[in-house]
T-cell receptor, first 115, second 115 residues
Framework: DQQVKQNSPSLSVQEGRISILNCDYT??????FLWYKKYPAEGPTFLIS?????DKNEDGRFTVFLNKSAKHLSLHIVPSQPGDSAVYFC??????????????FGKGTHLIIQP | NAGVTQTPKFQVLKTGQSMTLQCAQD?????MYWYRQDPGMGLRLIYY???????DKGEVPNGYNVSRLNKREFSLRLESAAPSQTSVYFC??????????????FGPGTRLTVL
């Protein structure tokens, strides 16, 4: 049973426009939400995060919105650039125990920025 | 700084063979993790180590063992490889301060094929 769902396997957006990536989660007890970006043949790299006590967090062109009542997370990229073409993973923090923070990931959305 | 390094980058095994995937980090992080990513799926946590000398199971630990050799190194061993273990394996590390989320840094991955 997937705890984190990204229902759009791919998304195509024109350069300069807004890209909106969506993510739904199942457990209202999750407290930290993250977006990772992944290029082919590389490991994921951290993009932006948001705590459950907030509903918005911005970092340059990237903004993450959290709607706790809907259990929904979204990532906005404005303006979209060719280098943003990558797979984007939504992830939530889980507590395996012992002070380590494991992550549970969605399946990812492949964002393609068209020139 | 190299960050998180993984060896080998690619490996092909026959069913029943054993091998060890190596991971090292030079960021002096306390916590280290092993994930696997199957085609069309998100990353899933196999094992983690909250600190030197401790290891514990994640979401999908069956068929694997781990060793936290020292603070820098965290290895993943497949004792008897099975085709279901064909995947891309990612190692990650984080500072994991108590009560504070810290970014996980990922290595480039090891692509393993079991025939």
């Amino acid at each position: 049973d997937q705890q984190v769902k990204q229902n759009s396997p791919s998304l195509s957006v024109q350069e300069g426009r807004i890209s909106i990536l969506n993510c739904d989660y199942t457990n209202s007890m999750f407290d930290y939400f993250l977006w990772y970006k992944k290029y082919p043949a590389e490991g994921p790299t951290f993009l932006i995060s948001i705590s459950s006590i907030k509903d918005k967090n911005e970092d340059g062109r990237f903004t993450v919105f959290l709607n706790k009542s809907a259990k929904h997370l979204s990532l906005h990229i404005v303006p979209s650039q060719p280098g943003d073409s990558a797979v984007y993973f939504c992830a939530v923090r889980v507590y395996p125990g012992g002070g380590a923070d494991g992550l549970t990931f969605g399946k990812g959305t492949h964002l393609i920025i068209q020139p | 700084n190299a960050g998180v390094t993984q060896t080998p980058k690619f490996q092909v095994l026959k069913t029943g063979q054993s091998m060890t995937l190596q991971c090292a980090q030079d960021m002096n992080h306390n916590s280290m993790y092993w994930y696997r990513q199957d085609p069309g799926m998100g990353l899933r946590l196999i094992y983690y180590s909250a600190s030197e000398g401790t290891t514990d199971k994640g979401e999908v630990p069956n068929g694997y063992n781990v060793s936290r050799l020292n603070k820098r190194e965290f290895s993943l061993r497949l004792e008897s490889a099975a085709p279901s273990q064909t995947s891309v394996y990612f190692c990650a590390s984080s500072e994991a301060l108590a009560g504070v989320w810290c970014e996980q840094f990922f290595g480039p991955g090891t692509r393993l094929t079991v025939l």
